[in-house]
């Protein structure tokens, strides 16, 4: 029998900041607009619905992306997920 599994996933300013600068994302948007889009990311977890929330921003604010580009990007370079099996110290 497979144990209660919970995953713990999180996102940062800094790691949105580096996945963006990598990925040459938000080129089209003026400081204040990034720095908005990075609160929010600092009061948001990391779930799809929030994903997408920033990912559409970054688009609005990029050359040439597709949300579901930059969705893979935040997933795969910015959120880390942790896992914790029930009962496993």
């Known amino acids: 029998m497979t ?3 919970k995953a713990n996933r999180q996102w940062s300013v800094s790691s ?3 996945a963006c600068i990598k990925n040459h994302l938000y080129t089209c948007g003026d400081n204040e607009d990034y ?3 990075l609160d929010w990311v600092s009061q ?3 779930d799809t619905e929030n994903i997408y ?3 559409q921003d970054i688009a609005k604010h990029s ?3 597709t949300i579901t580009n930059i969705m893979y ?4 370079e910015a959120v880390i997920t942790t896992f ?6």
């Open 84 to 89: 914790e099996i029930d009962g496993e110290y």
């Open 3 to 5: 144990p209660a599994i």
């Open 63 to 65: 050359d040439r992306q």
């Open 35 to 37: 720095e908005h889009m």
């Open 16 to 18: 949105v900041r580096k």
């Open 73 to 76: 990007i935040l997933e795969n």
């Open 53 to 55: 929330f920033i990912a």
């Open 44 to 46: 948001l977890y990391p």
